[in-house]
């Protein structure tokens, strides 16, 4: 195990660190002077805001010497990715409105959890709990959901499913997977947070280290580009430095990953 000071992080990496962080400073200027005015644009917002926001997180987090953790942000962001490239693939229309749909969908389930399994009552007994009935009803009707897995999945589909509809079943099963394991502290995580045992010993693996920061990063990075392009599409602006962009981010990963092989 590799411990090293946030300087010398800084300085192994300042490259890929001063990349991503003028990545995420200038995100949102290309959108200046464009307004939201169609569902299609305000769910593309959200999720491009939300990437921006997810891709700063795992940022901050890689440079402080801990990728490892940094990976349950990143799953977010793949499976961000996917939801977008999925709403916007074909049928856009059709499945932004039920994107936005379902959001009564989900507050009245979890009206109905609070009620059935929560410890309020006495405190909104006398609150009106039938406000989202009728859209509740409407939303049924309109999308024929009868069981709850109906209900569980916005899109019709479970995650993998959109993710084979749209040709991301690569990273969902090699990539997803795997960072699904960490979130869940699955059985097959626990050599990334445990040395090797010892003489009957087990060292645990605490506090920042020189670990995936660059895999991390990279991968979070072309995520980001994937969701950032659609937004210029779904917005109709043109992308002038993508070119010059994309070149320093294969320049990039080919300093860092290369390096890493040798290592």
Known sequence: MTMLSATTLSKKYQNIFD?????????????????????ERRITLFHFIR??????????LCHEGYATESMVILRSLL???INLKWLTFKDSKYRMERYADFEVVFK???MNDV????????????EDLTVHDKQFERIMRKYNLKSRWDFLHWSGKSIYKMAEDVALENEYKIIYGRLSAI???DPESVRDYLDNSEKGKTIIKAGPRDKNIDLV????LEYFFHIKAITHNIFDIDWPSLESEKQKFIDLRNKYWVQQVKD
Do not use: C, V
Request: glycine share 4%; charged share 25%; hydrophobic share 40%.
């Open 115 to 126: 009620i059935k399994h929560g410890s309020i009552w006495d405190d909104i007994k006398n």
């Open 51 to 60: 990437a921006t926001y997810l891709l700063d997180a795992i940022y901050r």
């Open 19 to 39: 990349f991503t962080k003028h990545a995420i400073e200038n995100a949102p200027k290309f959108l200046d002077g464009k307004k939201a005015n169609n569902i």
């Open 183 to 185: 979130e869940h502290t």
């Open 108 to 110: 009245k389930l979890a």
């Open 217 to 220: 990063l990279l991968t979070s």
């Open 79 to 81: 499976n961000l990715f």
